[in-house]
């Protein structure tokens, strides 16, 4: 029977990392004769080195987060151009001019597809509903192409565990 346990880790110059349970003791009953076998360490060793297609996942991942963040930038500013445009907002202000500054090249290949309406003193612009849909619908197909880009790297040799464990036998002796 063990009495106890420690566990120590240890770090070689690859950076793997071992795991060794060492026995500290061994009692032995006075009754009995059979022979025991009794766990000597257990050692397990982990590595990890980042293969090319690794890296090459990360970059393609951070890419597509990139064009997530693109896309969610021109979703908000045309949608805030639909709201200006909805509500009347003044164009000599700053800020409303700014969006529509920033605005008019995303929607304009848009424009005259289905003419503007009047609405409560502002104006309906199908443009830039028109312009929402298609920018979502483009960008959201871009990121699924790169994803599935991404998916199709087989992460090999990433990560490798392997486990050991020494016995030694061990016979108890009456007193």
Known sequence: MALGRRTEKVEDERGRHATAVPERGYVHEPTTHAARN???AEEQVTTATP???SLARGWIG???AWIGISLAVVEVIL???LGFLLAGANPSNGFVDF???ISDPLAEPFQGIVSNRGVDGGTFEPAS???MLVYLVAGALLIA?????RSGLAPHGDRVVSSRTRHRERV???D
């Open 51 to 53: 293969s090319a297609s």
């Open 129 to 131: 509903i028109i312009a």
């Open 99 to 101: 969006i529509y500054d």
């Open 79 to 81: 949608g805030f151009r």
């Open 62 to 64: 951070v890419f597509a």
């Open 172 to 174: 108890a002796h009456e």
């Open 38 to 40: 009794e766990v000597d």
């Open 145 to 149: 192409l790169i994803l599935a880009m």
